[in-house]
């Protein structure tokens, strides 16, 4: 049995397209590739590293975001958090279903981790 934990940076119920823009994120319970509960958290204050660390607290295993900043990235991959990075503006239960599914469309680099050895990469496959 899998279970992750998917968070979406929303904006007007759709994926933010810029992640420091979000009103607040959505949180999908995946079970056995099956999404099985979803939660609203508000954002906390935006500042460097915030975002990131404040989902790290939630459990998070994924993120699937429009644009972000390296830093976020290497904070995010420091807890273990695959980064799915440049996907198209959509609804979010759309987005995650995709990933689920392997049919994710993105137009950035998912595994961003430039000068980090092997071990950074822990878990980190793309077989879902």
């Known amino acids: ?11 007007n119920g759709m994926l933010s397209a810029h992640f420091g823009g979000s009103e607040y994120f959505t949180i999908y319970d995946v079970v056995d590739n099956k999404i099985v509960d979803t939660a609203i958290l508000p954002v906390p204050e935006h500042t460097t590293g915030s975002y990131p660390n ?25 807890f ?12 979010t239960k759309q987005l995650v279903e995709e990933l689920l599914e392997g049919k994710l469309q993105l137009t950035g680099n998912s595994c961003n981790h430039e000068g980090d050895g092997p071990e950074s990469h822990g878990d980190h496959n793309h077989h879902h």
Do not use: H, W, Y
Request: glycine share 12%.
């Open 1 to 11: 049995m899998s279970n992750k934990k998917v968070a979406v940076p929303t904006l």
């Open 80 to 91: 273990g958090i695959n980064v799915f990075l440049g996907a198209n503006v959509k609804d």
């Open 54 to 78: 404040f989902l790290a607290t939630q459990n998070i295993t994924e993120i699937i975001v429009g644009g972000i900043g390296g830093k976020a990235i290497t904070i995010f991959n420091n």
